[in-house]
């Protein structure tokens, strides 16, 4: 077409300009011819596609759904695993700041630290004595191994006793001051004594 064109063209005096112009001209028609023919070729592709069998279109959608739940599975434990090390990082340094905070007291602080939780371990201690007292008063009432149950109880309360006695001698032996000691050694002494008072409270209440 367009090579007859050109040759129309020829047969008459046209002016070098609109020879140009008739060159353009053919040259888009040609443009057009060829994006035509490349729409139709992926017309007739998309046609294919869509004109396939019911199961492989349902095959085609179950793996797509599969893809898209496998990736929101994996999502949701990606924010779960990170949400538990959120949790234990604030707990973590929760800890971290309590021990700044203890290492930052002065002693008088640290004695009232100390001392409150001594006075946790007495109530502890209290509920303690109270269901030794139960038992002991439950195995008298049954008499069931009377006889050895108070030796038994007396001989841990010598042991106790003695064992109190050899601290305090040491403490003398020493020179150790309640003033230098340090608040663990004071603690420790204390919930010791407690201890043995305990059990003696208690091998009291047997021999009654």
Known sequence: LHFFCLLQASQFDISPEMQKDISK???????????NLDLSLQLKKQNEVTSSTPSE???FCFCLHLKLVS???????????????????????????????????SDNQKLISMATKVELLNNQLLLV????ANLHRKIVK????????????KHKCEDLER???????????TGLQIDSATTDE????DFFFYTVCSVHCNWQVMKQ
Do not use: P, W
């Not at 700041?97 to 290492?103: G, P, Q, R």
């Not at 049954?142 to 109880?153: F, I, K, R, V």
């Not at 004071?186 to 002494?189: E, I």
């Open 163 to 173: 064992r109190l006695s050899e601290q305090k001698a040491s403490v003398a032996v």
């Open 186 to 189: 004071v603690y420790c002494s």
């Open 71 to 105: 990736s929101t599975f994996a999502a949701l434990i990606s924010q779960a695993e990170l949400r538990i090390e959120r949790e234990h990082k604030k707990i973590m340094e929760n800890e971290l700041m309590e021990l700044k905070k203890m290492m930052l007291q």
């Open 129 to 132: 004595n109270d269901r030794c």
């Open 142 to 153: 049954e008499g069931s191994s009377h006889t050895a149950y108070m030796d038994a109880l």
């Open 25 to 35: 001209l053919m040259t888009t028609i040609s443009e057009l011819e060829r994006k």
């Open 57 to 59: 279109k349902c095959s």
